[in-house]
């Protein structure tokens, strides 16, 4: 009788051990926007990486796709990883990805459109796919969209247990002389994130990272 329970003790450690470790991984899959003279803003998306890659942990999952033309695509990922649970392999996972994103932001060309639309829906399969316990999608974009002729984005987004947070939102010319249209622009992504049940934040104090990860 002793061994039985002592064996269901042991059974249920280790079932209870798995599922901590899914439910405490996290997911993040970051959107760079590449378009008009927002391109030249994917030096700060570089330094959030950077921040993003001191603080995963083994287990965890971190991707980067460009947004352009058409974003709903595996094409447009620029560097995906899984963490190993080995320091010497992960760091050098690290230090891969790293290198890729720098190598993307000193070779890219603007693109013509916006799919912002397009990436997020890439995001959620990916991170679904990924199972990991908390999901993240970081939007660096000034959520300005703009679709080419034929592309349709009119579906719903499934974002529940999803946190979309917009990075560096920064002001178009003609938000200047009309804050307005920055106000409403930022208003009508939190109503779709949330119409989809995500979770929805800003952050343009760069200096602030840290809040990406903080407990609402």
Same mark, same amino acid.
């Given at each position: 009788?002793?061994?039985?329970?002592?064996?269901?003790?042991?059974?249920?450690?280790?079932?209870?051990?798995?599922?901590?470790?899914?439910?405490?991984?996290?997911?993040?899959?970051?959107?760079?926007?590449?378009?008009?003279?927002? %391109?030249?803003?994917?030096? =700060?998306?570089?330094? &959030?990486? /950077?921040? *993003?890659?001191?603080? $995963?942990?083994? #287990?965890?999952?971190?991707?980067?796709?460009?947004?352009?033309?058409?974003?709903?695509?595996?094409?447009?990922?620029?560097?995906?990883?899984?963490?190993?649970?080995?320091?010497?392999?992960?760091?050098?996972?690290?230090?891969?990805?790293?290198?890729?994103?720098?190598?993307?932001?000193?070779?890219?060309?603007?693109?013509?459109?916006?799919?912002?639309?397009?990436?997020?829906?890439?995001?959620?399969?990916?991170?679904?796919? %990924?199972?990991?316990?908390? =999901?993240?999608?970081? &939007?660096? /974009?000034? *959520?300005?969209?703009? $679709?080419?002729? #034929?592309?349709?984005?009119?579906?719903?987004?499934?974002?529940?247990?999803?946190?979309?947070?917009?990075?560096?939102?920064?002001?178009?010319?003609?938000?200047?002389?009309?804050?307005?249209?920055?106000?409403?622009?930022?208003?009508?992504?939190?109503?779709?994130?949330?119409?989809?049940?995500?979770?929805?934040?800003?952050?343009?104090?760069?200096?602030?990272?840290?809040?990406?990860?903080?407990?609402?």
């Amino acid at each position: 009788m002793r061994k039985i329970v002592t064996f269901l003790i042991i059974s249920f450690m280790i079932i209870s051990g798995c599922t901590d470790t899914k439910t405490h991984s996290k997911g993040i899959y970051m959107l760079l926007d590449t378009s008009g003279t927002y %391109a030249m803003e994917l030096k =700060k998306a570089q330094s &959030i990486i /950077s921040y *993003l890659l001191g603080v $995963l942990q083994p #287990g965890d999952t971190l991707a980067v796709a460009s947004i352009d033309t058409g974003s709903f695509s595996e094409k447009d990922i620029i560097a995906k990883v899984t963490f190993d649970t080995r320091p010497s392999i992960s760091n050098n996972q690290k230090r891969v990805f790293q290198n890729t994103v720098n190598e993307f932001v000193s070779s890219v060309r603007s693109s013509s459109y916006t799919d912002i639309s397009g990436g997020i829906l890439q995001a959620i399969e990916y991170l679904n796919e %990924a199972n990991s316990g908390q =999901k993240y999608i970081l &939007i660096f /974009s000034d *959520l300005k969209e703009e $679709l080419a002729k #034929g592309h349709i984005r009119d579906v719903p987004l499934h974002l529940t247990n999803f946190n979309v947070i917009a990075l560096n939102v920064t002001k178009l010319r003609t938000d200047i002389r009309d804050p307005k249209q920055y106000l409403e622009r930022v208003e009508a992504w939190r109503a779709k994130v949330e119409k989809g049940t995500g979770n929805w934040r800003v952050i343009n104090d760069l200096e602030r990272l840290d809040n990406i990860f903080a407990t609402r």
